[in-house]
């Protein structure tokens, strides 16, 4: 009988070392695609607030020269 208790605490160990190795995988792959989604995204994003900022800018001339654009 504990034999038999020795053998399953031995698997339940392992399993645990194999459910943290699992974790750890998923992990690594979620993080891999999270960079690559936003580094995509940020240069999306990057683009869009230039295009505001300009504009921003070109709307805030015109109402310094008081010209209508």
Not at 5 to 30: D, F, M, P
């Given at each position: 009988?504990?034999?038999?208790?020795?053998?399953?605490?031995?698997?339940?160990?392992?399993?645990?070392?194999?459910?943290?190795?699992?974790?750890?995988?998923?992990?690594?792959?979620?993080?891999?695609?999270?960079?690559?989604?936003?580094s995509s995204l940020g240069n999306n994003v990057s683009n869009l607030l230039n295009?505001?900022?300009?504009?921003?800018t070109e709307r805030a001339n015109g109402?310094?020269?008081?010209?209508?654009?």
């Amino acid at each position: 009988m504990n034999k038999l208790i020795g053998i399953v605490r031995k698997n339940s160990q392992q399993e645990r070392g194999y459910t943290l190795l699992e974790y750890c995988a998923g992990a690594a792959i979620i993080a891999g695609i999270l960079w690559v989604a936003l580094s995509s995204l940020g240069n999306n994003v990057s683009n869009l607030l230039n295009n505001v900022g300009t504009w921003a800018t070109e709307r805030a001339n015109g109402i310094q020269t008081g010209g209508n654009n």
